[in-house]
């Protein structure tokens, strides 16, 4: 999508994902759930120990359900050139562990992803709908863990 393609609604809706998904993987690390216990390890949020933590308790939502029926893609290299395949959800062990790829794939699409290629790439409305999905579906982690204090900001 080409930038004066964007419209000022996607633009609040990336940047409230944006800032929504970093204050989440804040509340993460605040919460000690990093990727490392290590003395010295880089500070990244652990999802993973979150998601072993929490996923009995997670709940498949409506946006949780559509994110898995309309998964977005991951950009792959493949015979020496860039590609949009399906992500890789097989050795998901639970629904909160798929859905949270999906949140993170977004998020990665939108950060570091190629701008063209993929069919869908261009299509506003399910730009929309999975950033409108993935903020929900983060929304309903920090409800899960008790984490609205942080998330939220409120002390």
């Known amino acids: 999508m080409r930038r004066e393609d964007v419209s000022p609604e996607l633009s609040v809706l990336a940047f409230e994902f944006f800032f929504w998904f970093s204050r989440f993987e804040y509340t993460l690390k605040e919460n000690g759930f990093w990727k490392s216990h290590q003395d010295g390890a880089k500070a990244d949020p652990g999802w993973a120990d979150f998601v072993d933590r929490w996923h009995a308790g997670f709940v498949m939502t409506e946006e949780a359900v559509r994110l898995l029926t309309d998964p977005p893609d991951r950009q792959v290299v493949m015979h020496n050139r860039l590609e949009w395949r399906p992500v890789g959800l097989t050795d998901c062990t639970s629904d909160m562990q798929r859905v949270v790829r999906l949140v ?24 929309k709908q999975l950033l409108t999905d993935g903020k929900a579906v983060l929304d309903q982690l920090a409800d899960l863990a008790s984490f609205q204090g942080d998330y939220l900001r409120y002390y």
């Not at 990665?108 to 992803?113: A, M, R």
């Open 104 to 127: 993170k794939t977004i998020r990665n699409n939108l950060f570091h992803g190629g701008k063209h290629g993929s069919k869908r790439w261009d299509n506003a409305k399910r730009t």
